[in-house]
């Protein structure tokens, strides 16, 4: 649950937190945020091992927020999506 995943993220908001806590679990950590304006090199090192938008397209931000559940629905999709090419093409 983060609006925009940023430099400011870094700094230990809430999922870099949890991130840590899996990441010395060995449990890897895919991120869903709003935005995400941080390099993926970065996030790695904190333990996110990916991070996705879950905003998809220009919206206002009255929109973004009144249909969240929606939106993260679809970003989840994309990501499962993406998962079984790479499950499929190991196979």
Do not use: C
């Not at 996030?43 to 559940?69: C, N």
Request: glycine share 12%.
């Amino acid at each position: 649950g983060e609006g925009k995943l940023d430099s400011q993220s870094l700094s230990g908001k809430g999922p870099i937190g949890v991130a840590r806590r899996a990441q010395a679990r060995g449990i890897e950590v895919v991120a869903f945020a709003g935005s995400v304006t941080v390099d993926p090199e970065s996030l790695r090192k904190f333990g996110i091992q990916a991070a996705w938008p879950i905003v998809d397209s220009i919206m206002t931000l009255e929109y973004a927020l009144t249909h969240g559940a929606e939106l993260l629905e679809r970003a989840a999709l994309r990501l499962g999506n993406t998962l079984a090419i790479q499950i499929k093409g190991k196979s």
